[in-house]
């Protein structure tokens, strides 16, 4: 019965198994529109049906494996009926498109051919894919969501008009070539129509009310995350967290006889050209993985390593730096793994360039490379693609833990005496990183729990709390309101905290370092509620977890 219910995952989500490494789904994307979109929430609800009448297994890896479906299943079913972001959003509906850079063209999974191909399917998808967007959103949408999706949309006509092409014509099938050229023309055609739909039909009407809710947040936090927790009591955790940072920026500047603004501006000093990008991004991933081995932290693969390379365009308006690594059940031959980073392109004017690689002075881009690769998701994914559990590879992807590890990891390893470069500029970039992440927290709760409004989020908590420019606070504000759990980077970072915490207390003079970060990988990325019964002897209450 649980293989039936995994097959039927899959064939709900086709993108998401691809990604994965099963790659009978390459090209496959499934239908929006309404009977569909019925059918899909009948099935999970008739899976979660069987899976329930299952006596939960006593084998306590079996019982994992049992709750990471279930967790699943829940989520999905939570999504597809009750938040409903196929009808609030033009996201659902172009996300198939961004796996055509990401994954076809990337990882060489297959021939260059077979992989054109399935880039066809998709593409030939679009047009009614953009159709059940017309179809099923309800307006007015919300102003930030449509001008993220507008922007995604401009991103990905430039990909596909510009870059797709370098990929393509390498083919020496003419009539392959032929066809793709006449489907991407279609393709860009329907984008282009869709985006003109969006800025000329949805815009004018648009509204700037986007808050969820304090049962909706509360209901999207557990269901995702098995995290039970009110609106004030997350709002007093967040708050205490941003607090601690805040004061210990303050603190760090007072020990140095300067100020926060002193030793950011001599970060400053130490930005590359971007053109040295891709070579001082080389250097920092030798360094943090050197420090690694040195201080023997955690278990480090013998060979994988990952390329540095520029952000794909579509995504440059909307990150500095992203991993993308190869799915679990990926072919030996498609271990491609990338580590983006957003250099500015040619033509850019002085001003523009150097807000944009000031976010890579030499303390921050370390602090990068730590979160994003080593000891961060990078190795974070290369060693759960490793799990005995093969539910754990698919299933065990919880966000809180992949986002709170990266943002543990930074602390931990300056905690741990990482100087390769000046300490005090280190810790600065760190702590500050750290508070910006729970400015975000604290953020959500008010924006969406308590009617707080992105300009005050950005003057009174990124600005003033976490001393980011009005530039950044504005964008991380913003992103607040589409992106309501934004919350779970600080969110993660205090769970992993207090696990390691219990974790120390049962294991006593026992305790080791290495062997908790190595056991915590060894599980995947589930639910770190899901991961304190793997750990833990007693993983205590919901009201343990923090």
Not at 415 to 430: F, I, P, S, T
Not at 505 to 526: R, V, W
Request: proline fraction near 4%.
């Amino acid at each position: 019965m649980m293989i039936d219910i995994i097959s039927r995952w899959k064939e709900r989500n086709p993108s998401n198994a691809q990604s994965l490494g099963f790659h009978e789904y390459d090209g496959v994307v499934n239908d929006l529109d309404i009977e569909s979109i019925k059918k899909t929430i009948d099935e999970i609800e008739e899976d979660l049906n069987i899976l329930k009448g299952i006596t939960e297994p006593e084998d306590k890896l079996e019982k994992f494996e049992y709750n990471l479906v279930k967790n699943e299943l829940e989520t999905e079913l939570f999504f597809w009926r009750d938040d409903r972001e196929y009808e609030k959003s033009p996201i659902p509906y172009i996300g198939p498109l961004f796996s055509i850079e990401g994954t076809y063209v990337s990882r060489s999974f297959a021939s260059r051919d077979e992989r054109i191909k399935a880039i066809i399917k998709i593409q030939e998808k679009a047009p009614q894919m953009f159709e059940q967007a017309r179809i099923n959103m309800i307006t007015p949408l919300a102003k930030a969501k449509l001008m993220m999706s507008i922007n995604f949309l401009e991103g990905l006509r430039n990909y596909f008009n510009d870059k797709l092409i370098e990929f393509v014509s390498k083919t020496n099938n003419d009539e392959l070539l032929e066809k793709w050229s006449d489907v991407n023309e279609i393709c860009v055609n329907a984008m282009m129509s869709f985006t003109s739909a969006l800025k000329e039909k949805y815009l004018p009407e648009a509204t700037d009310e986007f808050a969820l809710g304090e049962e909706k947040f509360c209901e999207m936090l557990e269901k995702t995350e098995g995290v039970s927790l009110t609106a004030a009591q997350l709002l007093e955790i967040g708050e205490n967290a941003l607090n601690r940072d805040y004061q210990d920026i303050v603190k760090l500047a007072d020990e140095n006889n300067t100020t926060v603004e002193s030793i950011t501006n001599e970060m400053m000093k130490d930005i590359p050209k971007p053109e040295e990008l891709i070579m001082r991004t080389n250097e920092s991933l030798d360094r943090t993985r050197d420090f690694l081995i040195e201080k023997d932290l955690v278990s480090l693969p013998s060979k994988e390593h990952c390329d540095v390379v520029d952000m794909p365009e579509y995504a440059k308006q909307f990150a500095f730096a992203a991993m993308n690594t190869p799915g679990p059940f990926e072919k030996e031959e498609a271990k491609e793994a990338y580590y983006y980073v957003n250099i500015p392109p040619p033509g850019t004017n002085e001003m523009e360039l150097q807000q944009r690689m000031s976010f890579f002075n030499l303390a921050q881009l370390e602090l990068v490379t730590i979160h994003e690769a080593w000891p961060g998701h990078y190795l974070q994914l290369l060693v759960n693609n490793k799990s005995k559990s093969d539910i754990a590879k698919m299933f065990a992807r919880s966000t809180t833990l992949i986002e709170g590890w990266g943002l543990y990891t930074e602390k931990m390893i300056i905690d741990e005496g990482y100087d390769k470069l000046d300490l005090v500029k280190l810790r600065m970039a760190q702590l500050k990183a750290s508070a910006m992440r729970a400015a975000r927290f604290v953020s959500a709760v008010k924006m969406h729990c308590y009617g707080l409004q992105p300009q005050e989020a950005m003057t009174e908590i990124f600005m003033k709390k976490a001393f980011m420019t009005e530039a950044m606070a504005r964008i991380e504000a913003n992103r607040g309101t589409i992106n309501p759990m934004y919350l779970n980077y600080t969110l993660g970072k205090e769970m992993i905290y207090k696990l390691r915490e219990d974790y120390k207390k049962e294991k006593g003079d026992k305790f080791k370092l290495k062997e908790f970060h190595d056991e915590m990988l060894s599980f995947a990325s589930p639910p770190i509620a899901v991961l304190r019964k793997m750990m833990l002897v007693n993983p205590g209450n919901k009201e343990d977890f923090l």
